[in-house]
Each structure stands twice: as C-alpha cells, then as structure tokens.
C-alpha cells in the first residue's frame, strides 16, 4: 500500500504538468492562467462559506440531538475540495469538483459511517452511566495539611 501511494505521489506532478500542456496548447496560455486563477478563487470561497455552513450544520444537529456525522462528512469532504481547487493545477481541480458531487459524498459516507462513534448518543437516547471511584472529600480533609493518622502516609521514621 505504502508503495502504490508514493507511485501516486510521483505521478501527480506529472499529471499535472501533462494537465497544464494539453489545456494550454487547446486554449492558450492566458486562458488557462485564467482557469488556475479562477481555481483558486473558487476554492478559497470555497473554504471560507462550505466551512461556515458546515460548523453551522453540525451544530444545528447537535443542538437538535441528532447524529451529525452525516454533516462532518460532508463539511471535510467540501473543505478538502476547496483546498484542492486552491492547488494549481487541472487534475487536482477535477477530483476537487468530483468531491462536491452529492453521489460522491454519499458513497464516502457509506464508506466511513461504520467508523464513527460519539460517546453519548443521538436522538434522545441518554448516556450510559459508568461506576467510577471518586472520593468526595470535605475541605477539612485536605486544608488542614497532612493527617498523621492517614493510612495513606508513611511514618516518619520508615522513610
């Protein structure tokens, strides 16, 4: 696996490069310095309203005690694309866009659903509650200093 992915990670660049060349040498270079340009830009809107709502839409959810992993999902899914139509490039804006596409975002979804866990639970149902073993302590019991008496320290005269 760790292979595949630095074969991917050399041949990215070159797809990009390869991108770069064919879009140039069909619409000239002002217009594909255009394209980039407009990448950027869009995925910088991008970034900054697909965040927003998504922090907004979790929220709600939250707020309304329901499950907002769908919402997550799609807010990182938005967020990822953004920064790749940021990147320079046409191959990086093509799988940007492609992550937008509302059936991309639901087959991710059905992929990583099963791996996601809020303690507490959704939709009214109430948290389990765990035995745990606190000590309550009055302020008497730890203002005054050191008890002598305390099982918990050593005598003196055995340290």
């Known amino acids: 696996m760790a292979s595949i992915f630095r074969f991917l990670l050399l041949l990215f660049p ?3 490069i390869a991108g770069f060349v064919i879009v140039g040498r069909e ?3 002002l217009a594909t310095l255009g394209l980039v340009l407009g990448g950027v830009v869009l995925g910088a809107l991008l970034l900054r309203k697909g965040g927003i709502s998504a922090f907004s839409r979790v929220r709600t959810e ?16 938005t967020m990822v694309a953004g920064v790749l139509l940021m990147v320079p ?3 990086s804006d093509l799988v940007g866009l492609a ?3 509302p059936p991309v975002q639901h087959r991710a979804w059905r992929a990583v659903k099963g791996r996601i ?9 109430a948290r389990p509650t ?3 073993n ?3 302590l009055d302020p008497s019991d730890y203002s005054n200093g050191p008890n002598p008496n305390s099982p918990w320290i050593a005598p003196l005269k055995d340290r």
Not at 68 to 75: A, E, M
Not at 117 to 125: K, M, T, V
């Open 134 to 136: 606190v000590v309550d």
């Open 14 to 16: 070159l797809l990009e």
């Open 62 to 77: 939250l707020q309304a005690g329901r499950d907002p992993s769908f919402s997550l999902v799609n807010g990182f899914m």
């Open 27 to 29: 619409i000239g270079v």
């Open 130 to 132: 765990q035995p745990t």
């Open 99 to 101: 992550l937008l596409l």
């Open 117 to 125: 866990n809020f303690a507490g639970g959704f939709g009214g149902r």
């Open 89 to 91: 490039g046409f191959v």
